[in-house]
C-alpha cells in the first residue's frame, strides 16, 4: 500500500475523535460558566481595589449566572494575585482585577514571573480612582498654579507623601514635576491610611491620596484639596481644579480592569466582556462608584489592550527618564 494510501486511512480514523473534541470544547464554551469563577483582588479586604471588585461582583454574577467570588491574594503590589492568574488554567474560572501598579511591577520589580501585558487576555476596562493632592491649611497655595508657583518658589524645601514608590500616586507626582520644573522630595509611606492625618497634623505639607481620603477632611475644613491628578469629573469634588490646568498633559488616575489568563477561549473573553459592559450601564453604578471614589470608564477588550500597552509604556519611559528605583 502507498504512504499516501495510509497517511489519508489515519486521517479518516482520526476524524470522528477530532470532531468529537471540537464539538466538546465549543460545548464547553457554549455552556460557560457552569461553576463559580474566582476573582483575584491583588490587595487586602477593605481597600479600594477591593471595594470596587465587590460592587461589580455580585452584578456580574447575576449575569453570568454562576456567582463571581472574590478572593484577595494581597502582596507585592498586587503581584502575587497577577502571578497566580498567570499561571491559572485559562478557561475563563480564574479572573483578576487588575490596576495600574500591575503596569508599573514590570519596571520596579526584578525577575517578574510574568509579563503585565502578554501574560493576560484584557477582558474590559472598568473604572478610574481619581487622586487628590492634599496639603496642610498652612499651605500657601490653594489650587494647582500657586501649587506650582509654590513648590518653584522653594525647590526641595517641600516634601509630598504617598503610599509607596512605584505606585501611580508616586509617578504621578513626578511625572507633574518634570513637567513644570518643580522639584519635591517624596516621603513613601506603608500604605495610605497615615497619609491625611499626617497632612492635617503638617509632620508632611502635601499628599498624594484617593479623593474619597481627602475630599471628606477637606470639606471640613482640616486640610486642602489642592488639585485632582487627573481630568475625570467625581461627583462631590467638582470645586477641585484639575491639575492640568496649570501642568498641561498630566492626567493621572489608577485604572481598574478585568484580566483573564493568555490563552482563554475567545468566546469565553466575548461572554465575560458583554457581561461587563451590561453591569457598568447600570444607571445607579455611577453613584455606588463614586461613594468609593471612582468613576467608571468602561472599555471593551480590544481598547483596553491598547490602553494597557501605552500606560505600560508611559510609566516605563518615566521611570527610566527620572530614574526611579524600588531600592
Known sequence: MKPFAIHRRALLA??????????GLASAQGTYPDRPIRLLVGYSAGGGVDAMA????????????????????A???????????????????????????????????????FDPVKSFVPVAGLF????LIVAG?????????????????????????????GTVQHLGFEMMKGQSGTFALHIPYRGAAQIV???????????????????AQAKGGKLRALAMMSNDKLPGAE????????VPGVDVAPRLFLLAPAGTPAAVVDKLGEAART????????????????????????????????????WGKLISEQKISSQ
Do not use: C, W
Request: net charge neutral; aromatic share 4%.
Open 14 to 23: 482520526l476524524g470522528p475523535a477530532l470532531l468529537a473534541g471540537h464539538t
Open 197 to 215: 492625618p499626617d497632612v492635617i497634623s503638617g509632620q508632611v505639607p502635601l499628599g498624594v491620596v484617593s479623593a474619597t481620603a481627602g475630599l
Open 128 to 131: 478610574k480612582s481619581p487622586l
Open 54 to 73: 465587590r460592587l461589580i461582583a455580585p452584578r456580574l454574577s447575576a449575569l453570568l449566572g454562576q456567582q463571581v467570588v472574590v478572593e484577595n491574594r
Open 279 to 314: 453591569a457598568m450601564s447600570a444607571p445607579d453604578l455611577p453613584q455606588a462608584a463614586a461613594l468609593q471614589g471612582a468613576v467608571p470608564d468602561f472599555m471593551p477588550s480590544a481598547q483596553l489592550a491598547t490602553a494597557m500597552a501605552q500606560e505600560s509604556a508611559r
Open 239 to 246: 470645586d477641585v481644579a484639575a491639575l492640568s490646568t496649570a
Open 137 to 165: 491649611n498652612d499651605f500657601p497655595a490653594r489650587n494647582p498654579r500657586e501649587l506650582v508657583a509654590a513648590l518653584k518658589a522653594k525647590p526641595g524645601f517641600y516634601s509630598f507623601a504617598t503610599s509607596g514608590v
Open 75 to 113: 502582596g507585592a503590589a498586587g503581584v502575587i494575585a497577577a502571578d497566580a492568574v498567570a499561571k491559572a488554567a485559562p478557561d475563563g474560572y480564574t479572573l483578576m482585577l487588575g490596576d495600574s501598579s500591575t503596569l508599573i511591577a514590570k519596571y520596579m520589580q526584578a525577575k517578574l514571573s
